[in-house]
């Protein structure tokens, strides 16, 4: 009787210690605010194209934050822009992360020379969080015509259509 009482016992002890799964390790975390510290500026990630800028050519900034953590997600980013230590801009992310992603914002285009970006979020990142520029439109230079390029042809068809008129009368 003991010995099958003993078998009993060590064969519940198997199946609660199979049943009992041990959570993997978090990942290390960061949750000091995380500094753009000048990615993405090169001039090969120029793309004036991006429909989130508006109309093509329009200026702007995509930043991508990465480094989001999947087992303790953070929420409330918000990307703060600093322009020679004045803050001009703040955007919060332009899609709702999926756990494991990277977390998207879009700004208006600012020059480079004096430019910081901080990202801010509750909870915490992967320690190998970063924040990076995806792409930028510094802006079509438009030239907008002179008065004489515009008047003078103008003046010419409307002269050729008074002339043609004439003539038929």
């Not at 949750?31 to 793309?47: A, I, K, M």
């Not at 929420?75 to 703060?80: K, S």
């Not at 915490?124 to 438009?142: L, R, W």
């Amino acid at each position: 009787m003991n010995k099958k009482l003993l078998a009993m016992i060590v064969a519940i002890s198997i199946l609660v210690s199979i049943g009992t799964a041990v959570a993997a390790p978090a990942p290390p975390t960061v949750v000091l605010p995380v500094e753009w510290t000048g990615q993405g500026t090169e001039p090969t990630n120029v793309d004036c194209t991006d429909p989130k800028f508006g109309a093509p050519g329009t200026p702007g900034i995509h930043w991508i934050a990465t480094g989001h953590n999947k087992f303790y997600p953070a929420t409330d980013y918000v990307l703060t822009i600093n322009v020679s230590g004045v803050t001009v801009e703040t955007a919060t992310p332009d899609n709702l992360p999926i756990p494991g992603s990277a977390v998207h914002f879009y700004t208006d285009y600012y020059d480079f020379d004096n430019l910081e970006a901080t990202l801010t979020f509750t909870g915490a990142m992967n320690d190998n969080a970063n924040v990076v520029i995806s792409h930028y439109c510094p802006g079509e230079d438009v030239e907008i015509p002179e008065f004489p390029t515009v008047a003078l042809p103008i003046a010419a068809i409307l002269g050729l259509s008074l002339i043609f008129m004439r003539r038929k009368e």
